[in-house]
């Protein structure tokens, strides 16, 4: 079975700081990433995918992460963070089995803290 | 509707006492996933429905639990003789299709606390 990594539970940052989580997951095969994030008092939501292509994907409010499969990664990137950025981010992933859904295999999470 | 609608939002049961969650998915969402979320740890898969189908309950912690979607749409989570290590946030997230990269809209949640 999959598993997910993700490396700090807690993160605190000032505003404008660049920020990078880390994911890591381990299964040899052909799988869909995901991050997730839940902003207080939200439903988790999703921040982008990737599935197939430009290992480098965009997401919304302006993060992006990029997938290293030699390195089994999928780390989540923003340059300049916000105060509103603060939230539980959710690394994911779940197996390419030829067409059908799947669940998804969640990381513990990582709780960011942004600083005004 | 707007979006995934669990209800109660807040279960508290004694130990012993069986319990129903509810989810309404997005109208004409095919795919209706249950996860449960222990304090301070990531979503964990339970059960998924493809329709009126249960293509996949290996998550489910024992029997427990059980869940239905008799017609494609609203779904049931029921768990039988509540445990203490029963207590959790249910989630529920459903998908427009049956595809395994398919954005997931997740609900709010219900969160079980068993006394």
């Known amino acids: 079975a999959q598993s997910v990594s993700q490396h700090n539970h807690h993160v605190i940052l000032s505003e404008a700081a660049s920020l990078e989580l880390g994911c890591n997951y381990s299964?040899?095969?052909?799988?869909?990433l995901f991050w997730y994030v839940q902003y207080p008092g939200q439903h988790l939501q999703l921040l982008l995918k990737?599935?197939?292509?430009?290992?480098l994907v965009k997401g919304i409010k302006g993060f992006e992460a990029e997938f290293i499969k030699s390195k089994f990664s999928f780390n989540l990137r923003k340059p300049s963070v916000q105060w509103s950025d603060t939230a539980e981010y959710f690394c994911a992933v779940n197996v390419y089995s030829g067409g059908g859904a799947d669940g998804l295999t969640f990381g513990k999470g990582t709780h960011l803290i942004i600083q005004p | 509707g707007a979006g995934v609608s669990q209800s109660p939002r807040y279960k508290v049961a004694k130990r012993g006492q069986d319990v129903a969650l509810r989810c309404d998915p997005i109208s004409g969402h095919v795919s209706l996933f249950w996860y449960q979320q222990a304090l301070g740890q990531g979503p964990e898969f339970l059960t998924y429905f493809q329709n009126e189908a249960q293509l996949d309950k290996s998550g489910l912690p024992s029997d427990r639990f059980f869940a239905e979607r008799p017609e494609g749409s609203v779904s049931t989570l029921k768990i039988q003789r509540t445990q203490q290590e029963d207590s959790a946030v249910y989630l529920c997230?459903?998908?427009?299709?049956?595809?395994?990269?398919?954005?997931?809209?997740f609900g709010s949640g219900t969160q079980l606390s068993v006394l």
């Open positions: 990737y599935f197939s292509g430009d290992p």
């Open positions: 997230a459903s998908s427009s299709s049956g595809e395994a990269n398919e954005k997931l809209f």
């Open positions: 299964y040899g095969g052909t799988v869909n």
